[in-house]
Every structure is written in structure tokens, then in C-alpha cells.
């Protein structure tokens, strides 16, 4: 059974960092394909409205990023670890959102992803 599992949210303000973890169980972790969305706060609690942020692959060798963050948010991961990294530098109030861990694709579309950890809250005050 794969269960995801976030951590490293927090406060922080505007041109702050954080780094966001992902820890992964169950079967198959380094073969699978892993992306990071969020939901920003006034939007619908529904699954099709968060926001594509990052993707990578099984073997770490690719990665894409949503406009908004490319050059300030990386993605990362450690497969003997069985966990997936958000570093995020330079946030900006309208990073604020919960942060969701999910596995299975590379694409930016939630209905491409098939597990799903229960977010983590960053709040970037200006």
C-alpha cells in the first residue's frame, strides 16, 4: 500500500525559503514517477482544482516545473530514502497554499496522479 507523508510547512516571510519532504512507503518508490501540486486557500477543496507545481521522474533525471515557480522551486529526490524534496527559495505571498506529495506521473493534470498524501500548509506573509 503506498502512503504519502508531508512535512516542512510553516510561516514565512515574502523572499523566505522552505524545504518541503514527501516520504514515501510502499512498493516501487525509485521506479515512480512523483509531482508536487497545492492548493491555494478560496479555491474549492476539490481534487481537480491544485495546481501543478513540479514533477520528476522515477530516476531523478527529469523534472518540469509550472511557469510560476521555474527558477525559484527545485525538486528533488532520494531514492534510499524513499523521499521527495520541494526546495522552495524567493516565496512570495501567492505561494500561499496547502502543498500536496502525489505519485504517478509526470504530467500537470491531478487526474494524472494516483496516490496522495494530506498536504502540508505554507503561508508566506509580505
Known amino acids: 500500500q503506498v502512503q504519502l507523508v508531508e512535512s516542512g510547512g510553516g510561516l514565512v516571510q515574502a523572499g523566505g525559503s522552505l524545504r518541503l519532504s514527501c516520504a514515501a512507503s510502499g512498493r516501487g518508490f525509485s521506479r515512480a514517477n512523483m509531482g508536487w501540486f497545492r492548493q491555494a486557500p478560496g479555491k474549492e477543496r476539490e481534487f481537480i482544482t491544485r495546481e501543478f507545481v513540479a514533477a520528476i521522474s522515477g530516476s531523478g533525471g527529469s523534472t518540469s516545473y509550472a511557469d510560476a515557480v521555474k527558477g525559484r522551486f527545485t525538486i528533488s529526490r532520494d531514492n534510499a530514502k524513499n523521499t521527495v524534496y520541494l526546495q522552495m527559495n524567493s516565496l512570495k505571498p501567492e505561494d500561499t497554499a496547502v502543498y500536496y506529495c502525489?505519485?504517478?506521473?509526470?504530467?500537470?493534470?491531478?487526474?494524472?496522479?494516483?496516490?496522495w498524501g494530506q498536504g502540508t500548509q505554507v503561508t508566506v506573509s509580505s
Open positions: 502525489a505519485r504517478g506521473s509526470l504530467g500537470n493534470k491531478p487526474s494524472e496522479y494516483l496516490y
